[in-house]
């Protein structure tokens, strides 16, 4: 599925959410955790996935991981 915006970098594939080429997040029930620490335009996508999916954003923790 592609989302409205971001047409060309973003786009859902159950349950990850794919920012270019890369899984940067997953859907886990009522939740999208974040697979990684990422840049700013990636974290724009996650948060916009987040929001057009209906679901709470599970941020990653860079000391322990998800």
Request: net charge positive; hydrophobic share 30%; proline share 2%.
């Amino acid at each position: 599925m592609n989302f409205k915006r971001y047409k060309q970098n973003l786009r859902y594939e159950h349950p990850y959410v794919i920012s270019y080429t890369t899984k940067v997040a997953k859907v886990c029930g009522d939740y999208l955790k974040e697979l990684g620490y990422w840049s700013v335009t990636t974290r724009k996508h996650v948060n916009y996935a987040a929001q057009e999916l209906n679901k709470d954003l599970v941020y990653f923790n860079q000391e322990g991981g998800e």
